[in-house]
């Protein structure tokens, strides 16, 4: 075989390879919202876990209100690129509905330290690794961060989103929920 060939026939081998991984890739990270719709939030509702300054706080208190629930850590690259955006969201839908909340899967000083970094004006509450479990019966089949659930008025799970969620995409569906 001459080089020519060798190199195209690995060409196409690597573009094959691209396109399975691509295909795996959507079906882990992907958003299903057909089920996601259909789920009950009362679970999430019902959760009472300590803010940062060590208060039980229940979700329940938020409920009438479109919540923004996001799973994140310290550790996590994506989450912590993602949340300015939730800061920003929040300054500007905040008055019409909107709260977002976070939980945290972190050590509390941690937390508090990146809360005051960013500014952070939405509450965040600490759930350590057993958030993870929480966030798993939300539809996080892989246990993964950022895992970002949609909450309409009423406390239905509209949308789950592992992975960060693309500001358009969840502008836009703030604004159909408000």
């Not at 299903?32 to 208190?61: F, I, M, N, V, Y």
């Not at 989450?79 to 019409?96: A, I, N, S, W």
Request: net charge positive; proline share 3%.
């Amino acid at each position: 075989m001459t080089r020519q060939r060798w190199l195209l026939a690995a060409v196409g081998a690597v573009a094959v390879l691209a396109l399975i991984a691509g295909a795996a890739w959507q079906q882990i990270v992907g958003d299903d919202r057909s089920s996601s719709a259909r789920l009950d939030g009362s679970t999430l509702l019902a959760l009472a876990l300590p803010d940062l300054s060590g208060r039980e706080q229940s979700l329940q208190q938020w409920k009438g209100k479109v919540i923004v629930l996001n799973f994140w850590a310290t550790w996590c690259e994506p989450c912590r690129e993602e949340m300015p955006r939730f800061v920003t969201l929040q300054d500007e839908y905040g008055g019409k509905g909107l709260q977002f909340v976070g939980i945290a899967i972190d050590q509390a000083e941690k937390v508090q330290r990146f809360a005051s970094d960013i500014h952070l004006n939405y509450p965040t509450l600490l759930g350590g690794y057993g958030a993870i479990e929480l966030s798993k019966s939300a539809g996080n089949r892989y246990g993964a961060l950022p895992f970002t659930v949609v909450l309409n008025r009423a406390g239905v799970i509209v949308h789950t989103q592992l992975g960060p969620i693309k500001d358009t995409q969840l502008r836009s569906m703030i604004t159909q929920l408000l």
